[in-house]
């Protein structure tokens, strides 16, 4: 007798024998039992989950001569005929060899019939998601209502080609891929059977490398059997599936964790060796630090798939949580970059290297040695200094030759200028010369920010303590906000202080009013119109209308569209008692048709309710234009509004204080309306 491959040999006979889908063997068997069964049946899912072997078994069920019940005898002549895929009443059909509406047809021409030997007459469509859209509709009638002794079983590995109508004539069941474990614990079980040696880690790389599917592990599995002359190792495994060995991952990450570069860099020239997929080695490596991640968050959910449990929990015992994760998120990033490189062994190494390079926020190696002939005590984790939002700095203190004793300022809330300072001021104190530090002077945990220097004084300069932060989002009082101006020191004394900002200039000082900027006007000259005019409003008579009212006036005309377009970017040079004269540029003239004329000419009659005559002219235009003035006003409100932020006092302690700067293109004005 040929020999039988195992995905073959080992299909379940049973509802005992499937292994996994629970969920769907629970419905089908109660259903048998209960006698409350549907006349279609459709199980989804992706190849060698069990779809064919359910509906072979559900088949069974229904035409065992001991009666339809979950489990069959399988000694019957339907129960061996089924088994051995020769029961005239089970039609097996591959829909994707018979796609034509005439298969389908011709398929449903013997539904009326009874069964010849079996209870039930079956319809095991196969792969039906490649049926044509006429055979889904050719089959619609009959799947909705068969007769009561036909019984339609459908299988597919992609359910959303199925037209609606198939999937609501159905009871769908969809078949999950299987877990690692349960497809080694059959492995397992089957090689038993088959008194075959195996090593079990081989198992798991058979189990990885199905991908969820039964019958591709048994096929691997039989490849594995004859590559390994009748016995299943771990390194012939490995070389059949050309995955590299596990050792050299554990050695990187060993490496890395030692933030050992050269033994990084070793283990990468060992593993360039074996000419190895470095995407799936990059795979490996990531796999492994999430198992890592695990053992550090949960340690009970970790596995001994590999059989490197122990490996495991030690990489996890070296490594803290936040280095794990950082080195995942570095290795999958880079994964999706490895075929950019110009040689993959680079890009790897460049990607071990990155994780080296860079540690999470805070997180300081520590490069102290041990003690000399000392016992090396245990290091209690320091305190890592993290630089997140603005912190207040603590005070300083200050010494001075004339007072030994430390003066400590304490101010409650980070101290900040009370008024915007002036930018000639500010430029003045950031290219000040840093002052000379004498012996005796200290300075207690100096902020890590900007620093400034200014001249020394007799006594820190006494400020106004600022109002409480809550305060700060209220809107800016309009007022004249008085500092406190330093008297002259009599004798100049060495001292070091925390940042402080220049003192505000005189003109700053004098009053933080903000006052409006004006909209800038050209003037004119030659006796022509000044271009640039200011918005004039309607006038109550519009007999009286001026091309000053142009701007105003073309927003009462009521035009849409490109028409609108067009009128806003012509300028209106003259009005006359007889009517108006209009220029436009020469990019306007494929545009400006006689039917968009017409249409202005006509809402400008509706407007002032006379007649009139409009004249369009292809000239220069000495006046500004309604869509001009609305770019200007544009950029004129910006300018205000930037300026305002600049002279703002909040803005101002914001910039001295955390050295920010405006984005000026990102200022977007508040509509005036």
């Known amino acids: 007798m040929s020999y039988q491959v195992l995905a073959r040999k080992w299909r379940p006979r049973r509802f005992q024998e499937m292994v996994g889908q629970e969920h769907v063997l629970k419905a089908l068997v109660n259903a048998l039992d209960d006698d409350r069964l549907h006349h279609a049946y459709l199980f989804t899912g992706t190849r060698g989950v069990g779809k064919t072997s359910i509906a072979r078994l559900f088949a069974k069920s229904l035409n065992c001569e001991q009666g339809v019940s979950s489990e069959p005898c399988g000694q019957c002549t339907a129960c061996r005929e089924i088994a051995e895929g020769r029961f005239v009443d089970l039609i097996e059909v591959d829909a994707a060899s018979r796609t034509k509406v005439e298969d389908t047809r011709e398929l449903l021409e013997n539904v009326q019939y009874a069964p010849t030997h079996g209870r039930f007459k079956v319809y095991l469509i196969d792969e039906v998601h490649m049926l044509s859209s006429h055979s889904f509709n050719a089959l619609l009638k009959t799947l909705e209502e068969p007769p009561p002794h036909v019984k339609f079983l459908l299988a597919t590995t992609d359910p959303q080609k199925l037209p609606v109508t ?272 004498s012996a005796s002077a200290q300075v207690v945990d100096r902020a890590p920010r900007q620093e400034r220097s200014v001249p020394m004084m007799d006594e820190p300069p006494v400020m106004d303590e600022p109002p409480p932060w809550d305060e700060y989002d209220a809107a800016p009082v309009e007022e004249t906000l008085p500092v406190k101006k330093p008297e002259p020191a009599e004798a100049p004394q060495e001292a070091v202080v925390a940042p402080v900002v220049a003192p505000p200039s005189p003109e700053v000082v004098e009053s933080a009013v903000i006052e409006p900027v004006k909209p800038v006007v050209a003037s004119g000259s030659g006796g022509k119109v000044p271009y640039g005019e200011t918005y004039e409003p309607l006038p109550d008579d519009l007999s009286q209308l001026a091309p000053v009212h142009w701007v105003a006036l073309v927003s009462d005309l009521g035009l849409t569209g490109m028409t609108d377009s067009l009128a806003r970017a012509m300028s209106l040079e003259m009005v006359s008692a007889s009517g108006f004269c209009f220029h436009y540029s020469p990019e306007q003239d494929a545009l400006l048709n006689e039917t968009q004329r017409n249409r202005i000419a006509e809402a400008l009659r509706n407007r002032l309710g006379k007649a009139v005559d409009v004249e369009y002219r292809e000239a220069a235009q000495t006046r500004e234009t309604p869509a001009q003035y609305s770019v200007r006003r544009r950029q004129e409100r910006k300018a205000e509004a930037v300026n305002a932020l600049k002279h703002d006092p909040l803005v101002q302690q914001i910039i001295e204080q955390f050295g920010a700067h405006i984005e000026e293109e990102s200022v977007t004005p508040l509509d005036p309306s």
């Open 166 to 437: 198939i999937l609501s004539r159905c009871l769908q069941f969809n078949l999950k891929n299987l877990v690692p474990e349960r497809i080694v614990s059959h492995l397992k079980h089957v090689l038993e059977e088959e008194e075959i040696s195996f090593e079990e880690p081989a198992l798991w790389l058979l189990a990885r490398s199905a991908d969820g599917s039964m019958r591709d592990a048994l096929s691997l599995t039989d490849q594995a059997i004859a590559f390994g002359a009748g016995q299943v190792t771990e390194n012939d495994v490995r070389a059949m599936l050309g995955t590299i060995d596990q050792r050299l991952v554990y050695q990187i990450l060993d490496a890395i964790a030692a933030h050992d570069g050269a033994q990084v860099l070793a283990a990468s020239a060992e593993l360039a060796g074996f000419s190895p997929d470095y995407s799936s080695v990059l795979g490996e490596l990531i796999s492994l630090l999430h198992r890592v991640a695990l053992a550090q968050a949960v340690p009970q959910a970790v596995d001994n798939s590999l059989g490197d449990l122990e490996q495991v929990r030690e990489l996890a015992s070296k490594m803290r949580a936040e280095d794990v994760q950082l080195y995942y998120q570095i290795a999958v990033m880079g994964r999706k970059d490895l075929p950019y490189v110009p040689h993959a062994r680079e890009g790897l190494e460049m990607i071990l290297l990155r994780m080296l390079a860079f540690r999470p926020a805070g997180a300081a190696v520590s490069s102290v040695p041990a003690p000399a002939g000392g016992s090396a005590q245990p290091e209690e984790p320091s305190p890592v200094a993290v630089d997140p939002a603005p912190v207040p700095s603590p005070a300083p203190v200050l010494t001075s030759p004339a007072n030994s004793a430390p003066v400590a300022v304490e101010p409650s809330r980070p101290v900040v200028p009370s008024v915007p300072m002036s930018a000639p001021a500010a430029a003045s104190a950031e290219s000040s010369p840093e002052p000379p530090v």
